[in-house]
């Protein structure tokens, strides 16, 4: 009995050698060394690269904290890169009344009616005087209408209809990736989707202002 036993101790011991000097064991190194780009590469793994940072840009020089404010928030708000936001007194203006209430007409200090406010707007960031009236600006020698919305930029003018007797009811303005800035009776001055139905159902026409050159021409 007493071989038996140590017997059966030389064959796990002679098993237990013979594994540890197998391949698998020798391949394994003492410290490991591995290579972060080939591990990456052989497991086709990508780098996410955020489409809006907003950290470590290099933007103009000499902006003030005001401007640097505006370029991040409606970088955000727009989703472009804040590099590509450079009209700051166009920006600053709307900034300073978003949210202000609805009002059915003119523009005052805690309620504006759209068409009065865009003239304000277009007056403080373009030094265009434009009409108060949506059919007023629509009418107005310093637009070139379109209709192609595919062409449509930032600034551009947006005539809605909403009445069939009315045959231009109200107006937007264009700013970035189908955002459009609007007034409504629930919210006042806000930023909305220009692909919502409500606003394509409506949506009559566009316009631009002409270059001072072209204006001059004529």
Known sequence: MKNRYIITA??????LVLSCRSK?????????????NEIEKKLNIRKIIPILDTLN????????????????????????????????????????????????????????????????LYQYSFKKKLPST????????????????????????????????IPIGDVGVYLRNNRILVTTKRDGLIISDFNQDYFQLRYISAGRLIPKDELEQD
């Not at 030389?10 to 098993?15: A, L, N, Q, S």
């Open 10 to 15: 030389i064959i796990i011991t002679t098993f």
């Open 24 to 36: 698998y064991y020798r391949e394994i190194p003492y410290k490991i060394v591995y290579n972060q």
């Open 57 to 120: 840009q290099e933007y103009e020089t000499n902006l003030s904290d005001r401007q640097i404010y505006l370029k991040e928030k409606y970088s955000i708000i727009l989703g472009i890169k804040p590099e590509e936001l450079k009209n700051y007194k166009f920006y600053d203006f709307i900034d300073k009344w978003i949210n202000t209430r609805y009002a059915q007409s003119g523009f005052t200090s805690d309620s504006m009616s759209m068409a009065p406010f865009v003239s304000a």
């Open 134 to 165: 949506p059919l007023g600006i629509f009418k107005s020698k310093e637009i070139n209408l379109f209709t192609g919305r595919k062409f449509l930029q930032e600034g551009d003018i947006l005539f809605f209809r909403y009445n069939k007797d």
